[in-house]
């Protein structure tokens, strides 16, 4: 084989479930490399990707988001649009992660909330700070399955792209850009374009919050922490999975109804070769930990 060849083979072998908690020189003695080539071969991958995923996220927002909150009638500000309703604003803030390369991929979020006019302080760019964590939404909760089986979720954030068995990913723009924008135009502002008074909004909050409690929602969370687990170690991770098969009130049946969901949370797992569905259903017969 040659050094690229030998290089590939590695990162094959390093992101298999039995090498991911070892140390990994014995696959870089057998196969002949060194750790700078290995590095070399993931900075040339880099290299060829069509474009950075800050620069993907840019297109989106510019060409997609920011059009399709013009149309729903809300006015732009920098990273925040809002809208005025009968005795509020809406607003949109949009969130970056300070620290996004190739490596950690792009990652965002859009802060949905209000305020009453009266109530309003300080600049209404500003407000989005005030209402966090009061009577707040995020884009995620008004998607199917309030978007956790999204190939851009990552822990209540979107993510695009970034390394997945320790290589770069590189998502088509034109795919980035189509789904997220259907996020937006037939799930997202729909919504949002319905409120009219700061009460509506309040109890648009309670709705969207509320679906935390399906059955549905808290099983695709199981199988997250399940597929975490995968790649976490030590003597809690099983038993903490257990106790949250049962603090979801899950039982075997529930477990293994939707399995398919699980190969979902994999493939947006940083190791997608990481099959945890053995675990799964482990803790899913285990009574007493």
């Not at 290995?38 to 900075?43: C, E, I, L, V």
């Not at 474009?51 to 399709?68: A, G, W």
């Not at 590189?170 to 729909?190: A, H, M, N, R, V």
């Not at 059955?215 to 790649?231: D, G, M, N, P, V």
Request: with cysteine; proline share 3%.
């Amino acid at each position: 084989m040659t050094l690229e060849e030998r290089v590939k083979r590695y990162f094959e072998l390093a992101s298999l479930p039995q090498n991911l908690p070892y140390d990994k020189s014995h696959l870089l003695r057998e196969l002949n490399i060194t750790e700078d080539d290995t590095f070399n071969y993931q900075k040339k991958l880099e290299d060829e990707v069509s474009m950075k995923p800050t620069e993907k996220r840019d297109i989106l927002i510019k060409q997609v988001i920011k059009p399709l909150l013009k149309k729903y009638g809300f006015s732009t500000g920098g990273l925040d649009w809002r809208r005025e309703t009968d005795d509020a604003y809406i607003f949109i803030h949009l969130q970056n992660l300070h620290y996004s390369d190739i490596s950690t991929g792009a990652r965002f979020c859009f802060h949905i909330s209000a305020s009453k006019k009266d109530e309003i302080r300080e600049k209404l760019s500003n407000q989005w700070m005030y209402n966090q964590f009061t009577n707040e939404l995020k884009s995620f909760n008004f998607l199917p399955y309030c978007g956790l089986l999204s190939p851009y979720y990552s822990a209540d954030w979107y993510q695009i792209d970034g390394y997945k068995n320790y290589l770069p990913t590189d998502t088509p723009i034109e795919d980035i850009c189509s789904q997220i924008g259907e996020y937006f135009d037939k799930y997202i502002l729909p919504e949002l374009s319905a409120v009219q008074s700061y009460e509506d909004f309040l109890n648009l909050c309670t709705q969207m919050l509320k679906r935390y409690e399906e059955k549905e929602i808290r099983l695709i969370k199981f199988y997250q922490a399940a597929q975490a687990s995968t790649t976490s170690y030590g003597e809690s991770v099983f038993p903490n999975l257990v106790n949250c098969r049962k603090e979801f009130g899950l039982n075997i049946d529930d477990i293994t109804s939707h399995l398919e969901w699980l190969d979902i949370c994999r493939e947006q797992h940083y190791f997608t070769k990481c099959d945890a569905k053995e675990l799964a259903i482990k803790a899913a017969k285990e009574e007493f930990v």
